[in-house]
């Protein structure tokens, strides 16, 4: 099959060093700044939500791999991609970009009412179990030769180490059990479109259309692994139709240091601790993920509900943030 459109933005890695002020011309802290690179697959989800929204954003590119200097003066040692950036608030996992992007444009909404509960619960299912299929399917050696073709010979060497360590304690699916899973999945998505519907869920586009798309288009890029694809005529056509989404509006390039400087100019919005879950306002926590990239973020609980974490954060370089996070597959304790 034809490979959906992509960014094709370089992807970069910058040392720390001093930071200046924001120049002129640069985000405030109402405008959204993304932190992602090009071919990660979670920021081509934020990216189509962003495009659906019709918003306009500007663009951090980040490492793919370990070190992240520039991020974890950010986020405080959270180093999955991508995350969102308002000033001084950072917002990590896409479940919860998507929650505020729905705040900042509620229409068209990413969870239609009709269909508000489905779309939730199929976009947790493509972000877990598809992506975890789809992950080691694309990444046996021919898939992985086609994704890192043009590299620096070394840097698949570096990759697959780095994410060896990301998901260490992980049960780690086979490639042959991947292919099988996967074949199966795909068959389910087609029989959704059997009917001649546009969307997964009908006829409103979703947060599930977005969330199943983006380990699909992973797979996309594998060379003739992609031929998974083959038999899935109207899924494909459904592919397109995602891709056409676009990225919405890219309205400027900023670098590490220049999101640094945004975050210390800036003021954090205010947050509350919600009274019965555990926790007070001002306890020192940490928040960790439950799968993988499993790094504890530490700082002040300033922020609680059943929805989001909230911490607050000093650093000596982004000075004092608010980092966000789902509750849903994060696990919140007492430092």
Avoid: N
């Avoid at 109402?30 to 990660?40: C, E, I, P, R």
């Avoid at 299912?125 to 010979?153: N, V």
């Avoid at 031929?227 to 005529?233: A, G, K, N, R, V």
């Avoid at 056409?244 to 509006?249: D, L, M, P, S």
């Amino acid at each position: 099959m034809s490979e959906p459109r992509r960014d094709t933005q370089r992807d970069t890695q910058r040392e720390p060093g001093r930071e200046a002020a924001p120049a002129a011309g640069s985000p405030s802290s109402d405008d959204l700044v993304l932190h992602h690179y090009s071919s990660s697959p979670f920021a081509e989800k934020a990216r189509l939500m962003l495009g659906l929204k019709g918003l306009a954003w500007h663009s951090v590119t980040v490492p793919m791999v370990l070190p992240k200097p520039d991020v974890v003066a950010l986020t405080g040692g959270y180093r999955r991609t991508p995350f969102l950036q308002l000033g001084a608030d950072i917002y990590c996992d896409t479940a919860l970009i998507a929650e505020v992007l729905e705040g900042r444009r509620p229409t068209p909404s990413l969870c239609p009412a009709a269909v508000a509960g489905h779309a939730r619960t199929l976009a947790q299912w493509a972000d877990t179990d598809l992506f975890w299929t789809a992950l080691p399917y694309a990444m046996q050696p021919a898939g992985a030769t086609a994704l890192f073709a043009g590299a620096p010979p070394d840097m698949l060497k570096i990759f697959v180490a780095d994410r060896k360590a990301m998901s260490e304690g992980m049960p780690q699916m086979r490639a042959v059990d991947a292919g099988a899973a996967l074949t199966q999945y795909l068959d389910w998505l087609s029989d959704m479109l059997a009917d001649g519907r546009p969307w997964l869920l009908g006829d409103q586009t979703s947060i599930a259309d977005l969330s199943v798309y983006h380990p699909l288009w992973f797979v996309t890029r594998t060379g003739p692994l992609a031929e998974i694809f083959q038999p899935h005529e109207a899924l494909r056509a459904w592919m397109g139709r995602v891709a056409a989404i676009g990225h919405g509006e890219r309205a400027g390039k900023l670098d590490g240091a220049g999101a640094i400087a945004l975050a210390k100019a800036s003021t954090p919005r205010p947050a509350r601790v919600e009274e019965g879950l555990g926790f007070s306002a001002g306890d020192a926590v940490t928040v960790t993920p439950y799968d993988y990239a499993r790094d504890a973020v530490a700082g002040t609980l300033v922020g609680l509900s059943c929805r989001t974490v909230t911490l607050a954060r000093e650093d000596e370089r982004a000075g004092r943030v608010h980092v966000h996070f789902p509750r849903i597959r994060y696990s919140l304790r007492a430092a």
